[in-house]
């Protein structure tokens, strides 16, 4: 059984561009939720999808927002980039909302020069 | 607010020493205590959820147990492929989301 899968892994960008992630969850897993994971903040809450709805937001700027499609799978974008949103992003999914058990991909590393 | 804090921030055992990690939190009603195992430049890898005090799970050489305020994950003759950092994280009941602690970055000397 595949595991979660985040592409792409490495990413460069200029302030002020803007970025897209994805995250396709394990086969049959029907929520998806993102986090930032920075050396200061350790791994922060982002938003939690569940069957295209968006159930839980993070204490985070407009700039974040994303996005869950029919099969699944999802992505996050980020606007007006800024040099402190560099950070790995992690998706975890889990079979339904409330799971106790979240499976994460490798994560993107996102870097903003 | 839901708060974590683990302790030590960095742990350095040698071969075969054991010791214990400890997570701290504050919820206002806990669902699950999650514990997760990190290696560099990858996603975390669960490892045990513990759901209410007095509980204890096991995997090889890992052993976690709860109380109403704080985890705790005991490492027995530790061997170096166990060097990782060690993460944390609670979740509230009537919430699915998780918060995390910072971790417990753990390396284990030959």
């Known amino acids: 059984k595949a595991g979660v899968t985040q592409t792409p892994r490495y990413l460069i960008k200029t302030r002020g561009q803007q970025v897209t992630l994805s995250c396709s969850p394990i086969?049959?897993?029907?929520?998806v939720s993102w986090y930032q994971q920075t050396p200061g903040q350790g791994l922060q809450f982002l938003f939690e999808?569940?069957?295209?709805?968006?159930?839980n937001k993070g204490n985070f700027p407009g700039r974040f927002s994303g996005r869950q499609f029919s099969n699944s799978r999802s992505e996050m974008n980020v606007s007006t980039l800024e040099l402190g949103d560099s950070a790995l992003y992690l998706c975890?999914?889990?079979?339904?909302?409330?799971?106790?058990?979240?499976?994460f991909g490798q994560g993107t590393r996102l870097t903003v020069v | 607010e839901d708060q974590v804090t683990q302790s030590p921030e960095a742990l350095r055992l040698q071969e075969g020493e054991s010791s214990s990690l400890n997570c701290s939190y504050t919820v206002s009603g806990l669902r699950g205590l999650f514990w997760y195992r990190q290696d560099p430049g990858k996603g975390p890898e669960f490892l045990f959820t513990l759901y209410s005090a007095g509980e204890e799970k096991e995997k090889e050489r890992l052993k976690a147990t709860l109380t109403k305020k704080e985890s705790f994950l005991h490492i027995t003759a530790p061997k170096p492929e166990d060097s990782a950092t060690y993460l944390c994280a609670v979740q509230a009941l009537g919430y699915s989301t998780l918060t995390f602690g910072k971790g417990t970055m753990l390396l284990v000397s030959p």
């Open positions: 086969s049959g897993h029907r929520s």
């Open positions: 999808y569940f069957s295209e709805t968006q159930r």
């Open positions: 975890a999914s889990s079979p339904q909302p409330g799971n106790t058990e979240a499976f």
